[in-house]
C-alpha cells in the first residue's frame, strides 16, 4: 500500500508562479519509471538520476518516494471536483453538459506522450494494486458516475435513477474508456485515427454524436415503455 505523504509537498508552486523546475522532472521521471517498471521495482537513486537531481530532492519534495508516486499519480490529469464543475452545472443544455463530460476523457490524448504514460500507469496499478486505484474509484470515477446520473435525471425527467440508467452511464464512459485502454487496437487496425493533426477534435466528435444516440435510443425505449424501468 502507498501510504499518505510524510510531509506536504514543500515546493508546489503557488497560482501564477512557473513550476520548480525539479519537481517537474521528478514528476516527469516518476511518471516514465513507475508507468513502465511500477512502483515497487523502481529505486529512489534510478527517479533522482533520470531526473538529474539528488536522492535527497525527493524527500524535501514528495517526503519519500510514497509521495512521489502519489503526486505522480493523481497531478497530471487534474483535479477530478473541476471536471464534474464542467459537465454537471445546473443550465447547461445535454449536448454541452456531455460535451464537457468527454473532455476530461480527451484531456489525456491531448498531453501526447504523457498522456498514455498516465494511462498505462493506472493499468499497471491495477494488476500491482499500491492502494490508489481503489482510492481514484471512490474518490473520482464513483463521484463523476453518480454526477452523470444526476445529469441524465435532470434531462429524462426522472425522479430517481434506476439500473438502467446506471448502466446508460457505465455505457456512455465505456466510449471514453477504450480510448486509452484500447488504444494499442485502434493504432494497429487504423492508425490514421491518431495520426490526423485534429485527431483529438475529431474524437470528441465522434464521442458526443454516439454518447447523444445512446440517451436518444434510451429516451425514447422510456417513452414507449410507459416511463417503467
Same mark, same amino acid.
Given at each position: 500500500?502507498v *501510504?499518505?505523504?510524510?510531509?506536504?509537498?514543500?515546493?508546489?508552486?503557488?497560482?501564477?508562479?512557473? *513550476?520548480?523546475?525539479?519537481?517537474?522532472?521528478?514528476?516527469?521521471?516518476?511518471?516514465?519509471?513507475?508507468?513502465?517498471?511500477?512502483?515497487?521495482?523502481?529505486?529512489?537513486?534510478?527517479?533522482? #538520476? /533520470?531526473?538529474?537531481?539528488?536522492?535527497?530532492?525527493?524527500?524535501?519534495?514528495?517526503?519519500?518516494?510514497?509521495?512521489?508516486?502519489?503526486?505522480?499519480?493523481?497531478? *497530471?490529469?487534474?483535479?477530478?471536483?473541476?471536471? %464534474?464543475?464542467?459537465?454537471?452545472?445546473?443550465?447547461?443544455?445535454? @449536448?454541452?453538459?456531455?460535451?464537457?463530460?468527454?473532455?476530461?476523457?480527451? !484531456?489525456?490524448? $491531448? #498531453?501526447?506522450?504523457?498522456?498514455?504514460?498516465? =494511462?498505462?500507469?493506472?493499468?499497471? !496499478?491495477?494488476? !500491482? *494494486?499500491?492502494?490508489? +486505484?481503489v $482510492?481514484? =474509484?471512490?474518490?473520482? %470515477?464513483?463521484?463523476?458516475?453518480?454526477?452523470? =446520473?444526476?445529469?441524465?435525471?435532470?434531462?429524462?425527467?426522472?425522479?430517481?435513477?434506476?439500473?438502467?440508467?446506471?448502466?446508460? /452511464?457505465?455505457?456512455?464512459s &465505456?466510449?471514453?474508456?477504450?480510448?486509452?485502454?484500447?488504444?494499442? /487496437?485502434?493504432?494497429?487496425? &487504423?492508425? $490514421?485515427?491518431?495520426?490526423?493533426?485534429?485527431?483529438? @477534435?475529431? +474524437?470528441?466528435?465522434?464521442?458526443?454524436? #454516439?454518447?447523444? &444516440?445512446?440517451?436518444?435510443? @434510451? $429516451?425514447?425505449?422510456?417513452?414507449?415503455?410507459?416511463?417503467?424501468?
Amino acid at each position: 500500500m502507498v *501510504p499518505p505523504p510524510t510531509r506536504p509537498s514543500a515546493a508546489t508552486a503557488p497560482a501564477g508562479t512557473e *513550476p520548480d523546475p525539479a519537481r517537474a522532472r521528478l514528476l516527469r521521471a516518476g511518471l516514465r519509471l513507475f508507468a513502465h517498471q511500477g512502483f515497487a521495482a523502481t529505486t529512489t537513486r534510478e527517479l533522482a #538520476q /533520470v531526473a538529474g537531481v539528488n536522492v535527497a530532492a525527493i524527500s524535501y519534495y514528495f517526503g519519500d518516494k510514497a509521495g512521489l508516486y502519489r503526486a505522480v499519480f493523481f497531478e *497530471p490529469l487534474g483535479e477530478i471536483a473541476d471536471n %464534474i464543475a464542467h459537465f454537471a452545472a445546473f443550465g447547461l443544455s445535454l @449536448e454541452d453538459a456531455l460535451r464537457a463530460y468527454y473532455a476530461g476523457f480527451l !484531456e489525456p490524448l $491531448q #498531453q501526447g506522450e504523457d498522456g498514455q504514460l498516465c =494511462v498505462k500507469l493506472r493499468m499497471r !496499478e491495477m494488476v !500491482e *494494486p499500491t492502494g490508489l +486505484w481503489v $482510492q481514484e =474509484v471512490h474518490e473520482g %470515477i464513483r463521484p463523476m458516475h453518480d454526477a452523470m =446520473v444526476g445529469v441524465l435525471c435532470r434531462h429524462l425527467g426522472l425522479t430517481a435513477p434506476d439500473d438502467d440508467l446506471h448502466r446508460l /452511464v457505465v455505457c456512455l464512459s &465505456a466510449l471514453g474508456v477504450h480510448l486509452h485502454l484500447g488504444r494499442d /487496437v485502434t493504432d494497429a487496425v &487504423a492508425p $490514421q485515427l491518431h495520426a490526423a493533426p485534429d485527431a483529438v @477534435e475529431r +474524437w470528441g466528435d465522434c464521442l458526443l454524436r #454516439q454518447g447523444l &444516440a445512446m440517451i436518444d435510443h @434510451e $429516451q425514447r425505449r422510456r417513452a414507449a415503455a410507459g416511463g417503467t424501468p
